[in-house]
């Protein structure tokens, strides 16, 4: 499998957020091939940018684009409170007070150097797509993992993928006990429709690709 540049690798491993290494390969590798398509690749759930860093990297391989859609308010289990809770993330004026991973984002991305091959849009994942006309080389689903969000990012971004494109799910986990169901859900539903093929998994990350030109 090709492995990315050894500085790409640092920064990826340096960066916040919750992609380990091999499930990350797993995705440059998705990626690389997507790319050959010559559309862009596009990213719900951007966090802190880390998993966007391996995006960015096989599209500037390519020529292409990288996408990455957040509202960068942090999902439910990010909010305080919660097992996923980040303090540093929280914006220091007491008049907001939220959870902002913007700022983190635009620092990752510039310290590898991979500014120019991504495009960030600020704002909920469904909103986005309902504005989207272009055809995509890869839809890659991290982003809310309640069945609300992950259905809508499934229904919402799927119909742009191009025959050929490669759908990836994080954090399927088929066995309840380690972990939510909602992205298994949407793996087995894209499965299901005969849209689908699956082409390897990695840990909790599937790669499945579009068969045909359906809806
Ligand atoms: N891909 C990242 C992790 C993403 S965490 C990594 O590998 O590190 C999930 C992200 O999805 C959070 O930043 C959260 O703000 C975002 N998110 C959750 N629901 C969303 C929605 N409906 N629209 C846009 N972003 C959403
Ligand atoms: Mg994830």
């Known amino acids: 499998m090709r492995k990315p540049r050894t500085g790409i690798l640092a920064a990826f491993e340096s960066a916040k957020g919750f992609m380990p290494l091999d499930e990350g390969l797993a995705l440059y590798a998705a990626a690389g091939e997507a790319a050959g398509l010559g559309l862009p690749l596009l990213e719900v759930g951007t966090y802190c940018g880390r998993s966007t860093i391996l995006l960015a990297e096989a599209a500037r391989e390519a020529g292409i684009v990288a996408v990455t859609v957040d509202h960068h308010r942090g999902s439910e289990e990010q909010q305080p409170g919660w097992e996923y809770h980040d303090p540093s993330l929280v914006d220091p004026d007491p008049e907001v007070a939220r959870m902002d991973t913007l700022?983190?984002?635009?620092?990752?991305?510039?310290?590898?150097?991979?500014?120019?091959?991504?495009?960030?849009?600020?704002?909920?994942s469904p909103q986005i797509a309902a504005l989207w006309g272009t055809p995509l080389g890869l839809v890659f689903i991290d982003g809310g993992h309640t069945d609300e969000h992950a259905c809508a990012d499934y229904q919402s971004w799927t119909p742009h993928l191009a025959p050929g494109g490669l759908l990836v799910i994080h954090d399927v986990f088929p066995d309840p006990a380690d972990g939510g169901q909602a992205p298994y859900r949407i793996y087995r539903r894209a499965l299901e429709s005969g849209s689908f093929t699956e082409l390897s998994a990695t840990r909790s990350l599937r790669v499945l690709c579009r068969l045909d030109g359906s809806r």
């Open 103 to 124: 700022p983190c984002f635009r620092r990752t991305l510039y310290k590898a150097g991979l500014e120019e091959h991504v495009i960030a849009l600020v704002g909920r």
